[in-house]
């Protein structure tokens, strides 16, 4: 039985360990990126919005026409948002994210981790994610 205590509790602790979040004062050129490609995609503007992207995305989706469809028909929260909100900035297993939300049209919250990486001095995002809304108690 200790054995088994002991075995769940290094489990635990290791899965802490992995999962640990370093937040980090806020970044104005983060923040202005991704501002950017919302403000963008508002305009219909895919090529634009296309250039914000990362290598590893614009390698992925080759044109902004791609890239533009594949964001209406997957992200529709960042394709047409009605306001954006920065969260916090963290380092999750050596990445850096940039926490967004986004309210969509009908009044809906949607919580986005942003990828960040910094190529030749610039910003770019190399990945989003959507995140499970946090619950809110009572």
Same mark, same amino acid.
């Given at each position: 039985?200790?054995? $088994?205590? =002991?075995?769940?509790? $290094? ?7 992995? %999962? !640990? ?5 806020? &970044? ?5 990126? @991704?501002?950017?490609? @919302?403000? =963008?995609?508002? +305009? ?7 250039t914000? !992207? !990362? ?8 044109? *902004? &026409?791609?890239?533009? !469809?594949?964001? +209406?028909?997957?992200? *529709?929260?960042? %394709?047409?948002? &009605? ?12 990445g ?6 986004? &309210?969509d049209?009908?009044g ?14 610039? %910003? ?6 959507i $995140? +499970? =809304? *946090?619950?809110?108690? =009572?």
């Amino acid at each position: 039985m200790r054995k $088994l205590i =002991a075995g769940l509790a $290094l489990a635990v602790s290791m899965t802490t360990t992995l %999962w !640990a979040q370093e937040v980090l004062a806020p &970044e104005p050129a983060i923040e202005t990126t @991704i501002q950017s490609q @919302i403000d =963008a995609f508002l +305009q219909d503007d895919v090529g634009t919005a296309f250039t914000f !992207a !990362a290598p590893n995305i614009r390698d992925i989706f080759r044109t *902004p &026409e791609n890239f533009g !469809a594949m964001v +209406q028909q997957g992200y *529709p929260m960042v %394709w047409r948002p &009605e306001s954006v909100t920065f969260g916090d900035l963290r380092v999750i297993a050596g990445g850096l994210y940039q926490m967004v939300i986004l &309210e969509d049209a009908a009044g809906n919250l949607h919580y986005l981790d942003y990828r960040m990486e910094q190529i030749d001095g610039e %910003w770019r995002i190399a990945g989003v994610q959507i $995140l +499970q =809304a *946090p619950e809110v108690s =009572a």
